[in-house]
């Protein structure tokens, strides 16, 4: 008989008295007292015999009623006593049962009324402390009321922040918790084409609120000292660039950790300097950084800026309210002050008394988290100027004599150089519905502008927007504006001003009041009169889109949108009323994909906010593989895949420096290396590799600037001060294929590459099956076998801790043997972005791959086939050609 129906047998049989037993001798077996040979068999017995069907032939009255008496005292406690929230009636057989009797106990038979009149004694006699700590479930209507559904909604963001978006996107999108956050991933509909066109021939709208903002304030001479500290001219233009300097034009620079360059990087950063006023050497700079790294940002720029010292901390004026003086507010559970029923604005999440503001008495810099107090919307697409200029409508210059003092236009309008700035800006603004495409404007210029409330111009429907082919009166005009750019007084606005955006904040009209004045019009849906407390200063900030390499130059440029808290949905309907399209995070990601960029955080394996997004992209991608049935899982040791999760790059920058040292001479081999790998982001000698990645074209060639030809020495001495970097490449598949992510870059054999050079769109080599080498070790670690201690482990045996820790069918587990020379090619690096481009027509992928295999591939190769490279997707052994470009 086997286990298995044994264990069915003795869970069958575990209630059943131990007195008798059942044995399977045949027609001599009987039942009786003690323990006796054998064991039950089921079905039918060899030889045509059958169970016995005699009584025993005798039993002990006092043992057999003792056994017996235990079972029925058990019985009577659970039919007599329910256990649980079980009532009386429920010892009733179910046809006997009636909804009534819960609470009529006449109801019940007179055997059972008793019971139920204790019960409802003693529901009666509880006190009133324990019925107030029962949870009282409020109807719907109740919940669905304005100031308790504002109150759930406070509750509900006391974690993760809510945009003021986060309504309308919640109704649209799949919704994520990153970053302390709760932002909208993708779409809940099919419209990642549909996305695309727009970014394409239309517009694509973005709320990127959640970026934190850096204000810096104080003398230029001492911020421009303190920065340069955390940056590097061979990385590009930095934050003292004459472009933007004066404020005409937005930055871009990558943050490093102070005198660590290349090493300590932290991630790249938007900036923005306030034009300058005329007679003061006071500067006021916005750096835009994302919400994983504000913590490194904001302690490095603490450091170098020597600001420690608190100036203001969180005050609950972050919170648009109106409660009476008198009201006495209640206690939550937390013993906190609950909080009123009204819209929080800015970051709510901070607790009362975290500071906000520092400043340095030796260098007077004081540095100010505006996080969340200025909304950023980003549009994406040739027509997004003209989705602003349709949208958006420059304040009126008419005063009147019933304004309030204590609007801040009021006071603006009265100025007049003010005002004189303003006709300026608002012509500029004008101008741009000439303008073809959003390409055509200078990249990263700045406008400032007030405009009117956008919901009193908003269209009884949507519709969308299209390009004006008329031309335009001021052709002469929009071409100056194209050559010449935005003037950097021009870029000035109110919005840089705190007592200007608080004023516009808690002025802003309701949609009460609006909805009130849209009843007394005389022609329903004309547009409505402007109030003062209807003009809002805001900043269009022109981003420019791709900008390296020679295909598609320009592609994904876009405006974006700075503008007060508070403001938020009463600028995002009317843009979207326009016909634009909204993307969120997985969008943005596609974004940077099609522009060949790197992604915050997913392409920074050298900063830690990458670091740490691997590591949880790892747990999230291993736990979804063990959701999958083990039948049904990709085995990647057969594969020749040792990290499918995560990129080993300190071991293949490791690996790949020992590769090399082998053929050194011994003079240049005692030198020491940086412990940690680093991100090649120095612009020299990136054109450097480009030009040696491109195979050369045609007889013509340029003398003036030209690079360096690519030779051992010049290889060697690369190689020694960025032998351990790893460098951003872009790879376009030759023939058929589509890359996945962490997909390897592997360097092709001579043969490979003839095969190449006589077929061009041949499919690729193919990589051995493997053998899975932890089978056995998952064997004896189900079923383990009886220690030997004449047994000595051998070389080829993995470690005892592998043996120990959990292992995962189909995964190396750590520590990972060489990942150079583990399969038939050897490896260059990973991809971290990979998918069938739509902007190219092809596949398309974005990796990092070690500079010293880089150097020593190019030399390998002859020069028309310079560049090339194979790449393998971990679920697949088939590689594919794919040829190498470094943009920039």
């Known amino acids: 008989m086997t286990g298995a129906k044994d264990r069915m047998r003795e869970k069958k049989m575990k209630n059943q008295p131990r007195n008798v037993v059942y044995s399977n001798t045949g027609r001599t077996a009987g039942r009786g007292q003690g323990s006796q040979a054998g064991g039950w068999v089921r079905g039918h017995q060899t030889g045509g015999q059958s169970y016995s069907q005699d009584l025993p032939k005798y039993i002990t009255a006092c043992h057999f009623a003792r056994a017996r008496a235990a079972e029925l005292n058990a019985m009577l406690k659970a039919v007599s006593k329910p256990a649980g929230s079980c009532h009386v009636f429920n010892a009733l057989p179910k046809h006997m049962r009636r909804r009534a009797m819960s609470h009529t106990s006449k109801r019940l038979p007179i055997r059972l009324r008793e019971g139920a009149q204790r019960l409802t004694a003693r529901s009666q006699q509880a006190t009133q402390k324990e019925k107030q700590q029962q949870p009282k479930n409020k109807s719907r209507r109740a919940r669905r009321r304005h100031g308790n559904l504002l109150l759930e909604f406070n509750r509900r963001q006391r974690k993760n922040k809510w945009l003021e978006t986060h309504i309308w996107h919640v109704k649209r999108f799949h919704m994520l918790k990153r970053w302390k956050y709760c932002l909208p991933h993708t779409s809940t509909a099919k419209t990642f084409r549909a996305s695309y066109r727009a970014m394409n021939t239309h517009a694509l709208l973005q709320d990127l609120s959640y970026f934190c903002c850096l204000e810096l304030q104080g003398s230029e001479e001492h911020i421009l000292r303190a920065l340069a500290r955390m940056t590097s001219k061979h990385t590009g233009p930095t934050f003292a660039a004459a472009s933007c300097l004066s404020g005409a034009r937005q930055g871009n620079v990558h943050l490093y950790r102070a005198d660590q360059f290349p090493h300590g990087s932290l991630g790249s950063a938007d900036f923005l300097w306030r034009p300058r006023a005329p007679d003061t050497t006071h500067r006021q700079l916005w750096i835009w950084i994302h919400p994983a790294l504000k913590q490194d940002v904001l302690s490095e720029l603490q450091l170098v800026c020597q600001c420690f010292q608190v100036v203001s901390n969180y005050k609950e004026s972050h919170l648009v309210e109106e409660v009476s003086a008198g009201r006495k507010r209640k206690r939550d559970d937390d013993g906190d002050i609950e909080r009123p029923s009204k819209k929080l604005l800015g970051d709510v999440t901070q607790p009362a008394g975290t500071p906000v503001s520092w400043n340095s008495s030796e260098t007077s810099v004081t540095i100010s988290d505006l996080t969340m107090e200025i909304l950023r919307y980003r549009l994406i697409g040739p027509l997004a100027h003209r989705v602003l200029t349709d949208t958006l409508q420059p304040a009126n210059e008419d005063q009147e004599s019933l304004e309030p003092q204590s609007f801040w236009w009021t006071n603006h309008s009265r100025d007049q150089r003010l005002m004189n700035l303003h006709r300026q800006q608002a012509e500029i603004f004008n101008l741009l519905r000439g303008v073809c495409s959003t390409a055509e404007l200078s990249a990263g210029c700045v406008l400032g502008l007030t405009v009117d409330d956008p919901r009193l111009t908003l269209p009884q429907k949507r519709g969308k927007i299209t390009s004006d082919l008329q031309?335009?009166?001021?052709?002469?005009?929009?071409?100056?504006?194209?050559?010449?750019?935005?003037?950097?007084?021009?870029?000035?606005?109110?919005?840089?001003?705190?007592?200007?955006?608080?004023?516009?904040?808690?002025?802003?009209?309701?949609?009460?009041?609006?909805?009130?004045?849209?009843?007394?019009?005389?022609?329903?849906?004309?547009?409505?009169?402007?109030?003062?407390?209807?003009?809002?200063?805001?900043?269009?900030?022109?981003?420019?889109?791709?900008?390296?390499?020679?295909?598609?130059?320009?592609?994904?440029?876009?405006?974006?949108?700075?503008?007060?808290?508070?403001?938020?949905?009463?600028?995002?309907?009317?843009?979207?009323?326009?016909?634009?399209?909204?993307?969120?995070?997985?969008?943005?990601?596609?974004?940077?994909?099609?522009?060949?960029?790197?992604?915050?955080?997913?392409?920074?394996?050298?900063?830690?906010?990458?670091?740490?997004?691997?590591?949880?992209?790892?747990?999230?991608?291993?736990?979804?593989?063990?959701?999958?049935?083990?039948?049904?899982r990709t085995n990647?040791?057969?594969?020749?895949?040792?990290?499918?999760?995560?990129?080993?790059?300190?071991?293949?920058?490791?690996?790949?420096?020992?590769?090399?040292?082998?053929?050194?001479?011994?003079?240049?081999?005692?030198?020491?290396?940086?412990?940690?790998?680093?991100?090649?982001?120095?612009?020299?000698?990136?054109?450097?590799?480009?030009?040696?990645?491109?195979?050369?074209?045609?007889?013509?060639?340029?003398?003036?600037?030209?690079?360096?030809?690519?030779?051992?020495?010049?290889?060697?001495?690369?190689?020694?001060?960025?032998?351990?970097?790893?460098?951003?490449?872009?790879?376009?598949?030759?023939?058929?294929?589509?890359?996945?992510?962490?997909?390897?870059?592997?360097?092709?054999?001579?043969?490979?590459?003839?095969?190449?050079?006589?077929?061009?769109?041949?499919?690729?080599?193919?990589?051995?099956?493997?053998?899975?080498?932890?089978?056995?070790?998952?064997?004896?670690?189900?079923?383990?076998?009886?220690?030997?201690?004449?047994?000595?482990?051998?070389?080829?045996?993995?470690?005892?801790?592998?043996?120990?820790?959990?292992?995962?069918?189909?995964?190396?587990?750590?520590?990972?043997?060489?990942?150079?020379?583990?399969?038939?090619?050897?490896t260059l690096g990973w991809v971290q972005q990979g998918d069938f481009s739509l902007a190219a027509g092809s596949g398309e992928a974005l990796a990092f791959i070690s500079v010293s295999g880089l150097l020593h591939t190019l030399l390998q190769q002859p020069r028309e086939q310079r560049g090339v490279v194979l790449l393998r997707n971990p679920s697949s052994l088939q590689y594919r050609y794919a040829q190498i470009s470094i943009d920039i």
Not at 516 to 523: C, F, Q
Not at 581 to 596: A, D, I
Not at 763 to 775: N, W
Request: glycine share 6%; charged share 25%; proline share 9%.
């Open 636 to 826: 990647y040791i057969k594969h020749g895949c040792l990290a499918p999760f995560i990129c080993p790059w300190q071991q293949l920058a490791e690996e790949w420096e020992e590769l090399l040292k082998l053929n050194e001479e011994p003079a240049s081999s005692c030198r020491t290396e940086p412990p940690d790998f680093t991100v090649l982001r120095s612009v020299k000698v990136l054109r450097q590799l480009s030009s040696w990645c491109r195979p050369p074209r045609g007889q013509r060639a340029s003398h003036r600037n030209s690079p360096l030809p690519l030779t051992h020495v010049t290889a060697a001495a690369l190689r020694q001060e960025w032998g351990r970097s790893l460098v951003w490449v872009r790879l376009r598949l030759l023939s058929k294929g589509q890359p996945a992510l962490h997909a390897m870059v592997c360097v092709p054999t001579t043969s490979d590459l003839q095969v190449l050079l006589k077929d061009g769109r041949s499919s690729g080599p193919q990589e051995p099956r493997h053998k899975d080498h932890l089978k056995d070790l998952r064997k004896c670690k189900a079923s383990p076998a009886p220690k030997n201690k004449d047994s000595t482990p051998k070389d080829s045996d993995p470690p005892p801790s592998v043996i120990r820790s959990s292992l995962v069918r189909g995964v190396w587990p750590p520590p990972l043997p060489s990942v150079l020379s583990h399969c038939s090619r050897v």
């Open 471 to 632: 031309q335009s009166t001021d052709d002469r005009r929009v071409r100056d504006l194209i050559l010449r750019g935005v003037a950097a007084d021009c870029s000035e606005s109110a919005v840089w001003d705190a007592s200007v955006r608080d004023n516009v904040t808690h002025n802003r009209m309701s949609e009460q009041e609006l909805n009130r004045m849209r009843s007394e019009l005389l022609v329903p849906g004309s547009s409505l009169s402007a109030a003062a407390q209807s003009r809002v200063p805001v900043l269009l900030v022109h981003h420019a889109g791709r900008m390296r390499g020679v295909e598609r130059l320009h592609w994904g440029c876009g405006w974006d949108l700075l503008l007060p808290k508070g403001w938020g949905m009463a600028f995002w309907v009317p843009l979207v009323y326009r016909g634009v399209r909204v993307g969120g995070l997985h969008m943005s990601l596609k974004h940077s994909q099609f522009k060949g960029e790197p992604h915050f955080p997913h392409d920074y394996p050298d900063c830690p906010a990458g670091t740490l997004f691997q590591s949880e992209q790892e747990a999230e991608l291993l736990e979804k593989f063990k959701r999958r049935p083990p039948s049904k």
